[in-house]
């Protein structure tokens, strides 16, 4: 389970960035389904449009974190590929860097597809390969020393914009388009790597569970690889794909 309270003061402001963008064509959906919801970041926004909210999440530390911040959300466990919803229940829905953890990225799609109305619309974000400098300094200080940084996920055939989009399309979707949105995490590089490591997750959460000599060599490593971004920020770029269903 990921501490959530950490991955809130972490992970969630670099996060942060991507909702705007995310919400950008749904801001009139009155029923908006927030998949993946994580500490809440795309839940808050979607209420302050006048959005219904329900917002799901696979670990049971976001799904509390996130009921009790925001009362107005109907807040639930969930895991895609399968959702505990009725067919067409909402006009739209987003997902901030879920589809990414999925572990079948066609069946996801189907299913988000489902709960969809007819018309409804569908917003998804994931990170541009070899272009999130904020999270590949940890991945390499682990390599760096001799800790591995886990398997690639099933996702990486599915990030290029051109396979996503055809993804979109044979799960039944129109209209599909993937943008790009580059900025600069500025934040202390001591408070990153406390908040990246202490949630806990399946990457980094490893480093915590290290011998204390080990834990120590990576952040050493950290240390050297993310001086040269201390001023001026991590340059992150992520996708963000729109589509409807017909």
């Given at each position: 389970?990921?501490?959530?309270?950490?991955?809130?003061?972490?992970?969630?402001r670099l996060s942060r960035h991507a909702v705007a963008p995310l919400l950008a064509r749904s801001r009139?959906?009155?029923?908006?389904?927030?998949?993946?919801?994580?500490?809440?970041?795309?839940?808050?926004?979607?209420?302050?449009?006048?959005?219904?909210v329900t917002a799901v999440d696979a670990d049971p530390a976001m799904v509390e974190l996130t009921a009790?911040?925001?009362?107005?959300?109907?807040?639930?466990?969930?895991?895609?590929?399968?959702?505990?919803?009725?067919?067409?229940?909402?006009?739209?829905?987003?997902?901030?860097?879920?589809?990414?953890?999925?572990?079948?990225?066609?069946?996801?799609?189907?299913?988000?597809?489902?709960?969809?109305?007819?018309?409804?619309?569908?917003?998804?974000?994931?990170?541009?390969?070899?272009?999130?400098?904020?999270?590949?300094?940890?991945?390499?200080?682990?390599?760096?020393?001799?800790?591995?940084?886990?398997?690639?996920?099933?996702?990486?055939?599915?990030?290029?914009?051109?396979?996503?989009?055809?993804?979109?399309?044979?799960?039944?979707?129109?209209?599909?388009?993937?943008?790009?949105?580059?900025?600069?995490?500025?934040?202390?590089?001591?408070?990153?790597?406390?908040?990246?490591?202490?949630?806990?997750?399946?990457?980094?959460?490893?480093?915590?569970?290290?011998?204390?000599?080990?834990?120590?060599?990576?952040?050493?490593?950290?240390?050297?690889?993310?001086?040269?971004?201390?001023?001026?920020?991590?340059?992150?770029?992520?996708?963000?794909?729109?589509?409807?269903?017909?």
């Amino acid at each position: 389970m990921v501490n959530a309270d950490a991955y809130d003061r972490g992970f969630a402001r670099l996060s942060r960035h991507a909702v705007a963008p995310l919400l950008a064509r749904s801001r009139s959906a009155r029923r908006l389904l927030d998949v993946g919801c994580g500490s809440g970041v795309v839940t808050e926004a979607a209420l302050a449009l006048g959005s219904e909210v329900t917002a799901v999440d696979a670990d049971p530390a976001m799904v509390e974190l996130t009921a009790r911040r925001f009362p107005g959300a109907a807040v639930r466990r969930a895991t895609l590929p399968e959702l505990p919803f009725d067919d067409g229940e909402f006009d739209a829905v987003a997902g901030n860097f879920v589809i990414n953890h999925v572990p079948d990225t066609a069946a996801s799609l189907r299913e988000l597809r489902r709960v969809l109305r007819p018309g409804g619309t569908l917003a998804l974000s994931w990170w541009a390969a070899g272009e999130m400098t904020a999270t590949a300094v940890l991945s390499d200080a682990m390599e760096a020393a001799g800790l591995a940084s886990g398997p690639p996920r099933p996702f990486a055939a599915d990030a290029g914009p051109e396979r996503f989009a055809a993804l979109l399309a044979a799960a039944g979707f129109a209209d599909a388009e993937v943008e790009s949105v580059r900025w600069r995490h500025r934040v202390d590089l001591d408070a990153w790597w406390t908040e990246v490591v202490g949630a806990g997750g399946a990457r980094f959460g490893t480093i915590g569970r290290q011998p204390a000599a080990v834990a120590g060599l990576v952040r050493a490593h950290y240390e050297r690889l993310a001086a040269p971004y201390a001023r001026d920020g991590f340059p992150v770029r992520a996708h963000i794909a729109h589509a409807r269903r017909p």
